[in-house]
């Protein structure tokens, strides 16, 4: 440093005109010599590697908000990270697949606006259908939804939608154009598209103007999308609405951020595996993959229990598995006992929905009280306890009618289902 210092000077000393010079080495140069400054007072040649950075940090929590979707069970079972575009969501529905794919742009200038020539490789003179050019051509086919449009070519029917989603908007000629290709109805633009479709992608089989319709219809854009913005992000927040949303797991703030931190090492994980060429599909599910199981572990939820839980007919499984599981955690119940208390309430909801009718009305309420009391008396680590309260519980209600059936066990299944419901309302 003593070294630079001195180069500085004397660059200095001889011309004032190496001054820019000497600044290159951390130095200023005043009118008493060369003064060293700190490293946050120089602007930095360039950051375009935090600039990447944070747009692949961006792409990374699009794909792990897409992911919660799997929680729902209702469509989406795995999401993939780049694989074909920046992420895909599979959906499985009837037993037939189709797929999603995303691509996300994001820009920095919040009030920047997507254009025809970003988007399309388009001018916005380009108003009427004609033959283009070689390179007119090629703009379209690198442009994003030139890229975007090769899945829907690809991928035929199993091509559910192909979405650009970004943290900024589109100008107006770009979502006019989108809002008509969705309708299906006819623009200047669009048949200069349909025109030259074939020679925008002359390794594809040619398409007919229907399938060129069909292919543009499944175009989609996803605008002002905040917690892809690498400057001002709530991803945690909309993680957390997202969990509740789709399994009605409430969480406390602490525990969303951790899970949304969680969520998206899992996507970065993915996305640093090498996919080979020859991969089967269980590879790839394993390799570029996210699926359920991936998420229970994230939400710190039993697979089995879940399991036993989702076999058993509990229409929120999900929620029931979290309640049980964070209920166990904090007496360090082993997965084993976890796995054997849902099994329990599973027992516990089938027996009184068979028997509560053979049983008076008065009694099964006075039961579900008596199970009321022990849960409030129970500090959720004392089982012997909780063990003799259950038998003796279980001795006092044999001489009642249906009596036999309510064992130890039944009855901490009714502890459980009780919790379940209780923490539910």
């Not at 010599?33 to 929590?61: C, F, S, W």
Request: proline residues 2%; aromatic residues 8%.
């Amino acid at each position: 440093m003593a070294r630079e210092g001195k180069a500085c000077a004397g660059l200095a000393g001889r011309n004032t005109a190496y001054a820019e010079e000497a600044a290159d080495f951390g130095c200023v140069v005043g009118g008493g010599g060369v003064v060293m400054t700190e490293i946050h007072e120089i602007q930095p040649r360039e950051q375009k590697g935090r600039d990447t950075l944070a747009r692949y940090r961006a792409q990374l929590m699009a794909a792990a908000y897409a992911s919660l979707r799997i929680l729902d069970g209702k469509g989406v079972d795995r999401v993939y990270s780049d694989f074909h575009d920046d992420f895909v969501v599979r959906f499985n529905e009837n037993g037939k697949r189709s797929y999603h794919f995303f691509q996300v742009k994001t820009n920095e200038k919040r009030k920047y606006q997507w254009s025809l020539n970003d988007t399309w490789g388009l001018t916005k003179k380009d108003k009427e259908a004609r033959e283009l050019n070689e390179d007119e051509i090629k703009k379209i086919r690198n442009s994003f939804f030139g890229k975007l449009l090769l899945h829907c070519i690809n991928f035929g029917s199993s091509c559910k939608e192909s979405t650009l989603l970004t943290n900024v908007h589109f100008e107006d000629d770009v979502e006019s154009l989108i809002s008509s290709i969705q309708s299906k109805s006819t623009s200047g633009r669009i048949d200069l598209i349909k025109k030259n479709f074939n020679q925008i992608y002359p390794s594809a089989t040619p398409h007919v103007e229907e399938a060129v319709v069909d292919f543009l219809s499944k175009l989609t854009i996803e605008p002002d999308v905040s917690y892809v913005d690498p400057n001002v992000s709530d991803f945690t927040m909309r993680t957390r609405d997202a969990i509740h949303k789709y399994s009605e797991i409430d969480l406390e703030h602490e525990e969303a951020c951790e899970i949304a931190l969680s969520c998206i090492q899992l996507f970065f994980s993915k996305s640093f595996q090498q996919v080979l060429p020859s991969i089967t599909e269980i590879q790839l599910d394993e390799v570029a993959g996210v699926g359920l199981d991936d998420l229970l572990k994230v939400l710190s939820i039993s697979k089995d229990a879940y399991k036993v839980l989702a076999d058993g007919g509990d229409a929120k499984a999900l929620k029931s598995a979290s309640i049980i599981q964070r209920r166990l955690s904090r007496c360090n119940a082993a997965p084993s006992i976890i796995e054997f208390c849902s099994r329990q309430k599973i027992a516990w909801d089938a027996w009184s929905r068979e028997k509560r009718h053979d049983m008076a009305e008065f009694d099964f309420n006075l039961l579900q009280q008596e199970l009321h009391q022990v849960i409030r008396d129970w500090n959720g680590s004392n089982w012997e306890w909780l063990q003799e309260k259950l038998e003796t519980l279980s001795d006092k209600w044999k001489a009642k009618p249906v009596g036999t059936s309510v064992t130890p066990e039944l009855l901490l299944g009714g502890i459980f289902s009780t919790l379940v419901k209780t923490e539910m309302l």
